[in-house]
């Protein structure tokens, strides 16, 4: 992925990753924002200007925790899981349709 990105001028500062099963019941694993703390914390990142874009509702939930928006991608899971959301009392902020999209509607509100 990080290649992929640098070919488009694009930088990584780091990625992260649960390394638990989901029955581990650790604070890190989606949908628990363990992991966006440590972020938070070595980057010094401020929330309310930040953004959680995934495919499936469950990678999103913790934006409204952390006090950020939400970007549900259609490409992947999102299609199935776009149409779940009239059945959650989770809603994202934003539905499109890939992660082009979604870096330009970023883009697009940081520059307002």
């Known amino acids: 992925m990080g290649r992929e990105l640098a070919k488009e001028g ?8 649960c390394h638990h099963r989901p029955e581990d019941g650790c604070d890190c694993c ?18 309310g200007c930040s953004y959680l874009v995934g495919d499936k509702l469950s990678d999103l939930l913790p ?18 899981h776009s149409r779940l959301i009239n059945e959650q009392d989770f ?13 330009q509607l970023i883009v697009s509100h940081s520059a307002t």
Do not use: R
């Open 10 to 17: 694009v930088s990584v500062e780091a990625i992260y990753y």
């Open 91 to 103: 809603k994202p902020d934003h539905m499109v349709p890939d992660l082009y999209a979604a870096t």
């Open 63 to 80: 934006a409204h925790a952390l006090g950020s928006k939400a970007i549900l991608v259609i490409t992947g899971h999102g299609i199935e």
């Open 30 to 47: 989606k949908p628990a924002s363990g992991l966006f703390w440590q972020e938070v914390k070595e980057y010094h990142i401020d929330l």
